[in-house]
């Protein structure tokens, strides 16, 4: 079946790709749950459609890890125990991710300002800040 130009990117990566790490959460972009990295800049691939993204470079969760060796964000979130249910996981990770590349460096404020749009009803909060916090200083 081919592409559909006017499919979301969740969608196409989900079920045209079977990347399914990345999560259908409200389908509005408030949530964070299906957040990916286009050209390294996080965004909400529940709001973005296939033909928005033609010579764009898409990460996703399933992009970070280097083999059997776990991005250091990812590494960090287990370190930390930065999650519960582990829904929202994935789009904190590629957010975070995405806040280190343009901050490598970024103070507790920064992080917890830049992670604010991405929800989490679990409260993981201050272990998803902490392992932000680890896995800048190892990046």
Not at 97 to 102: D, P, Q, Y
Not at 123 to 129: D, L, P
């Amino acid at each position: 079946m081919p592409l559909d130009k006017k499919q979301s990117l969740l969608w196409a990566l989900r079920t045209h790709f079977n990347l399914t790490g990345t999560k259908y959460g409200c389908g509005l972009g408030y949530c964070g749950a299906c957040t990916v990295l286009m050209d390294d800049e996080p965004v909400r691939s529940c709001s973005i459609y296939m033909e928005d993204v033609a010579g764009k470079k898409i990460t996703t969760i399933e992009g970070l890890a280097n083999g059997d060796k776990l991005h250091p964000v990812q590494q960090a979130f287990v370190d930390h125990d930065a999650l519960q249910c582990g829904f929202c996981t994935p789009g904190m990770i590629m957010n975070a991710v995405g806040l280190l590349k343009k901050n490598p460096h970024p103070s507790r404020e920064q992080i917890i300002n830049g992670m604010e749009d991405n929800f989490c009803r679990c409260g993981a909060h201050t272990r998803i800040v902490d392992a932000i916090a680890e896995a800048a200083g190892k990046m």
